[in-house]
């Protein structure tokens, strides 16, 4: 069945460094992909999307490219702020049913 | 426009208690679903509705069951409670379509004993 992985965490970074997130997916058809955002004591947050290859999903300052080659949907933000500490999930949809990658938890400090 | 909404915040049960977590949302949206989050495990798919009186399993069903009598409303019951259902709940909502955005509740943290 469709999967995703998404790199392992806690991240700890200080204000203004470059975020990576790893994520990578398997699934049979032509899935859309999402990153999600968790706040502390919160529900999820759509953070981006992207629904076919090569297109790009941004906001906030974030950006993830769908590569189908290397079936991968990596989260970048070149400058990270303490408002960014938040556990965020990549996750796919293939009609109606989303599949979840572990999550993981990102800490800026100041 | 209150999108997706759960009650009860917190809940506390003894193992062998039933509840039901409310789920409700007013953006007319047919596709419900409701996941339980759990450390180091993201969110799995409980139970999901793609319509009014239509439901079905997701990845974790056992021990869990879904109606769905209208279309703003989606409850998920506990039927006897066990630690092993001790998470957090989350009930999402969607139109149809791949492409499309799940709105998520607040969530609903339940300990049980």
């Known amino acids: 069945g469709d999967s995703v992985t998404q790199m392992e965490g806690p991240v700890t970074l200080s204000e203004e460094a470059f975020l990576t997130i790893n994520c990578t997916y398997t699934?049979?058809?032509?899935?859309?992909l999402f990153w999600y955002v968790q706040y502390p004591g919160e529900g999820l947050q759509l953070l981006l999307k992207?629904?076919?290859?090569?297109d790009k999903g941004s906001n906030k300052g974030f950006e993830a490219t769908y590569r189908k080659e290397t079936t991968s949907f990596h989260l970048e933000k070149g400058s990270v702020q303490v408002s960014d500490s938040a556990v965020y999930f990549c996750?796919?949809?293939?009609?109606?049913?989303?599949?979840f990658g572990a999550g993981t938890t990102v800490t800026v400090r100041a | 426009n209150a999108g997706v909404t759960q009650t009860p915040k917190f809940q506390v049960l003894k193992t062998g208690q039933s509840m039901t977590l409310q789920c409700a949302q007013d953006?007319?949206?047919?596709?419900m679903s409701w996941y339980r989050q759990d450390p180091g495990m993201g969110l799995r798919l409980i139970h999901y509705?793609?319509?009014?009186?239509?439901?079905d399993q997701g990845e974790v069903p056992n021990g869990y069951n879904v109606s769905r009598s209208t279309t703003e409303d989606f409850p998920l019951r506990l039927l006897s409670a066990a630690p092993s259902q001790t998470s957090v709940y989350f009930c999402a909502s969607r139109t149809p379509g791949p492409q499309e955005t799940q709105y998520f509740g607040p969530g609903t943290r339940l300990l049980v004993l």
């Open positions: 699934a049979t058809g032509y899935p859309s």
């Open positions: 509705s793609v319509g009014a009186g239509i439901t």
């Open positions: 953006m007319n949206h047919e596709y």
């Open positions: 992207a629904t076919k290859a090569d």
């Open positions: 996750a796919l949809s293939d009609d109606y049913k989303l599949s």
